[in-house]
T-cell receptor, first 112, second 117 residues
Framework: AQSVTQLDSQVPVFEEAPVELRCNYS??????LFWYVQYPNQGLQLLLK??????LVKGINGFEAEFNKSQTSFHLRKPSVHISDTAEYFCAVSDAGNMLTFGGGTRLMVKP | EAGVVQSPRYKIIEKKQPVAFWCNPI?????LYWYLQNLGQGPELLIR????????DSQLPKDRFSAERLKGVDSTLKIQPAELGDSAVYLCASSLEPPGSLTDTQYFGPGTRLTVL
């Protein structure tokens, strides 16, 4: 079975500051990893995904994530956040042939 | 290109009433998913379709929930009768390929927020 743990339920940060949202997973096989963003009253939008290859993955809106197999982590980072980045962020893992399993989400709150 | 369409966006009903949600996936996407998202939590899979066939419905509470995808395109999720604990957001997603392939990225609709009074 696979699982995802997002260690922080809320992350407050000031505008233009850097941010890291943490994600750890457990799985017995190779995995695909995803970060989704959910703005208020909207569905989930794919930010980025890791399937194979380079462990540093760049996504939309200036976000990037790094796959660390030894630490079973896939932390999301942005060097400078904007007010518009305020949203809920979900990390998800998929085994080949299995479904997406989501973490509980991290609410990013960007303050002016 | 249009995204995943869901309706209604909001629904308020009294307990024991029936309710139905509709989803139209992205054109050409063969795989369709229904998820349940409780407040403050990540989505949880209810059922997955490959074309018109339900290939994973192990998490669907079959005593009150049902789903169909008759022509392998749009889908309907029904609850009858609804209970207070069914209040949540019901998300539909679609993907071009089944899970496990490199193009299995899921695209989500805006969801239907159900409130059961």
């Amino acid at each position: 079975a696979q699982s995802v743990t997002q260690l922080d339920s809320q992350v407050p940060v000031f505008e233009e500051a850097p941010v890291e949202l943490r994600c750890n997973y457990s799985s017995s096989v190779s995995v695909y990893l995803f970060w989704y963003v959910q703005y208020p009253n909207q569905g989930l939008q794919l930010l980025l995904k890791y399937l194979s290859g380079s462990t540093l993955v760049k996504g939309i809106n200036g976000f990037e994530a790094e796959f660390n197999k030894s630490q079973t982590s896939f932390h999301l980072r942005k060097p400078s956040v904007h007010i518009s980045d305020t949203a809920e962020y979900f990390c998800a893992v998929s085994d080949a042939g299995n479904m997406l399993t989501f973490g509980g989400g991290t609410r990013l709150m960007v303050k002016p | 290109e249009a995204g995943v369409v869901q309706s209604p966006r909001y629904k308020i009903i009294e307990k024991k009433q029936p309710v139905a949600f509709w989803c139209n996936p992205i054109s050409g996407h063969n795989t369709l998913y229904w998820y349940l998202q409780n407040l403050g939590q990540g989505p949880e899979l209810l059922i997955r379709y490959e074309n018109e066939e339900a290939v994973d419905d192990s998490q669907l509470p079959k005593d009150r929930f049902s789903a169909e995808r008759l022509k392998g395109v749009d889908s309907t999720l029904k609850i009858q009768p609804a209970e207070l604990g069914d209040s949540a957001v019901y998300l539909c997603a679609s993907s071009l390929e089944p899970p496990g392939s490199l193009t299995d990225t899921q695209y989500f609709g805006p969801g239907t927020r159900l409130t059961v009074l």
